[in-house]
């Protein structure tokens, strides 16, 4: 298993800002992950987080939006820039462990409003 | 692209009654997974179903896995309040590549 910490856990943020959110995990991982998710709603992929190299974006996702870093295999950041109110949503960071993984563990998401 | 249909979106019931959520889709998966989700949290695993047909028991939760591998289904007998929340099927992308696909979410709300 893995434990994930995630921070801030919501925040308030001034359109035009930008935020940048922490998932820190308990032991080495080969997969992060990010995703959206509006409240009460299901989960959208924002992008694969490479250790050593670039992000990997989904469709309708860029980097100059959403950079992200993964410096080691224990920690991933996500800004969002230049926020606007349609960024206002829950941002999870998820794990999967195992060189054949099946389970996959989330942090306990950051909910962001932009004003 | 691999889709999961997940059905009924919202089901509002009272406590002691029975109810099935389903996933569906047209593609095959390797395995099918089921996560429950709490209001200020992340998603929690409850199964993973790989065998086609396979059925698996969580105290008063059945899971079960469709033959060709393309649909699964939750089934909650005695739905009690602390059932509520929100139910996510989810299955690997293909390609190996980790990603995991998610259905678009039962919202469950169990009254006393």
């Known amino acids: 298993s893995a434990v994930i910490s995630q921070k801030p856990s919501r925040d308030i943020c001034q359109r035009g800002t930008s935020l940048t959110i922490q998932c820190q995990v308990d032991?080495?991982?080969?997969?992060m992950f990010w995703y959206r998710q509006q409240p009460g709603q299901s989960l959208t992929l924002i992008a694969t987080a490479n250790q050593g190299s670039e992000a990997t974006y989904e469709s309708g996702f860029v980097i100059d939006k959403f950079p992200i870093s993964r410096p080691n295999l224990t920690f991933s950041t996500l800004t969002v820039s230049n926020m606007s109110p349609e960024d206002s949503s829950i941002y999870l960071c998820?794990?999967?462990?195992?060189?054949?993984?099946?389970?996959?563990?989330f942090g306990q998401g950051t909910r962001l409003t932009v004003v | 692209t691999q889709l999961l249909e997940q059905s009924p979106q919202f089901l509002s019931i009272q406590e002691g009654e029975n109810l099935t959520v389903y996933c569906n889709s047209s593609?095959?998966?390797?395995?099918l997974q089921w996560y429950r989700q709490e209001p200020g949290e992340g998603p929690v695993l409850l199964v993973t179903v790989v065998t086609g047909g396979e059925v698996k028991k969580l105290k008063r939760l059945t899971f079960q896995f469709g033959d060709a591998r393309k649909d699964s289904s939750l089934h909650i007998t005695a739905a009690q309040p602390g059932d509520t929340g929100l139910y996510l099927c989810a299955g690997h992308g293909s390609g190996n590549t980790g990603k995991l696909i998610f259905g678009q979410g039962t919202t469950l709300q169990v009254k006393p």
């Open positions: 998820s794990v999967g462990t195992g060189v054949v993984w099946t389970e996959a563990f």
């Open positions: 032991s080495q991982v080969t997969m």
């Open positions: 593609s095959v998966f390797s395995s």
